[in-house]
């Protein structure tokens, strides 16, 4: 009676080790798709962010951005916490190299913190800048993207 009593223990402890188990790595998956929407919902916040937008809503000033990266490393290190954060100009189509002041505007890739990718999500965005020779407003189609620190 006694091999029983402890054979139905070992039977239901065991029981309860698999459904742990399955019950934790569902809620790993939860976590990751939770971080992921989060990453995506800030991607779509930063492109309304003052620190970034232009005289349009919902885009970015593709020249506030380019003095706020050299920033981003000194005065405003820590502004927001996020480990990657890169914008890319996808339409038209430019010369793919990293935007500095010496050959912006003709340069597709503007990243801004450049730590570990992790799980980056994009948001489409306007990117922006004045043309001083003809004295307006040009607007491109890019993309935001963002990953977000480990907690």
Not at 48 to 56: D, F, I, R, T
Not at 106 to 133: H, K, M, P
Request: glycine residues 6%; hydrophobic residues 40%.
């Amino acid at each position: 009676m006694a091999f029983v009593l402890v054979a139905l223990l070992i039977f239901f402890s065991m029981v309860a080790l698999i459904y742990a188990s399955l019950r934790i790595s569902h809620l790993k998956g939860q976590a990751g798709t939770l971080a992921q929407a989060q990453a995506q919902e800030l991607a779509r916040t930063l492109a309304s962010a003052p620190e970034l937008q232009g005289k349009c809503d919902s885009c970015i000033d593709t020249d506030k951005a380019l003095i706020l990266k050299e920033k981003l490393n000194s005065e405003y290190k820590g502004l927001w916490k996020v480990s990657y954060l890169r914008i890319e100009r996808l339409y038209p189509n430019a010369q793919n190299r990293e935007c500095t002041r010496m050959n912006y505007p003709d340069c597709s890739t503007l990243t801004l913190i450049n730590g570990s990718l992790g799980t980056a999500q994009g948001a489409f965005v306007n990117l922006c800048r004045y043309v001083a020779e003809k004295k307006y407003i040009q607007c491109d189609i890019g993309k935001i993207y963002v990953s977000l620190e480990a907690p």
